[in-house]
């Protein structure tokens, strides 16, 4: 569900991108990626799109982190670029991680010092002042395809790019709850925003602006930066 222009794939390769950074600014070991989140069910309409319930994200992260806990590791940072949506159904992606870290947090099984898990979303950084056509990010729009652009931009068709309704009246907003009773409305496309305005140097400096307090949050985190 990231409109006719960007790969399914989008938020993964974001993922990606912005943990293989801090990665290699921290020293953190790198996980492999899990591909899948927690959706809506309006998503269901766009072919392509599946999860996880919420039930299902959250114990797939306790039990990769008890697992992981059981071998002597005591810091976790999961780096997720799905947001969900708004409404009734507000982060329920991110908060299916939070509750799936929760039984290390709350049990104490490290030791002394416990097991430290933290979430990191690039998008709580603001980056309004780097678009031209948003204040914001949105769904496949100006930042998620300036993104893109810069760190693939041979998965962009950007002929196919469509800027979102004004109105709103072809938007993912005719679903501000997240459930659809059916198909979305002729014209829809997946998209919000004003992904025609996106360009790979807009992309360079979202990545950038968003990855330095993630680093850094990490970076006090373990005590050490390789940045």
């Not at 948003?134 to 068709?157: I, K, N, Y």
């Not at 709850?177 to 002729?186: I, Q, T």
């Amino acid at each position: 569900q990231h409109g006719l222009h960007l790969p399914l794939s989008t938020d993964t390769l974001i993922a990606e991108a912005f943990a293989e950074r801090i990665s290699e600014a921290t020293g953190v070991a790198l996980a492999p990626t899990v591909n899948y989140g927690v959706n809506l069910p309006c998503d269901l309409f766009v072919p392509g799109t599946a999860g996880f319930s919420f039930d299902a994200l959250r114990a797939f992260v306790t039990d990769l982190l008890e697992d992981w806990e059981s071998q002597g590791f005591r810091q976790f940072f999961i780096v997720t670029a799905h947001g969900c949506a708004s409404g009734g159904h507000s982060f329920a992606h991110h908060e299916a991680l939070k509750q799936g870290a929760l039984p290390l947090l709350a049990e104490m099984p490290c030791g002394d010092g416990g097991c430290d898990v933290s979430i990191l979303f690039p998008y709580w950084t603001r980056e309004g002042d780097i678009l031209t056509e948003q204040d914001d990010v949105e769904h496949a729009g100006e930042a998620e395809t300036s993104l893109m652009l810069f760190l693939h931009p041979e998965l962009v068709r950007m002929e196919l790019a469509a800027d979102g309704d004004d109105d709103g009246g072809v938007s993912f907003e005719a679903y501000p709850e997240g459930v659809a009773a059916g198909p979305p409305m002729s014209g829809w496309n997946g998209a919000e925003g004003a992904p025609t305005a996106a360009t790979a140097e807009k992309g360079r400096l979202i990545l950038e602006r968003c990855l330095n307090p993630l680093v850094e949050h990490v970076s006090n985190k373990v005590g050490t930066s390789r940045s």
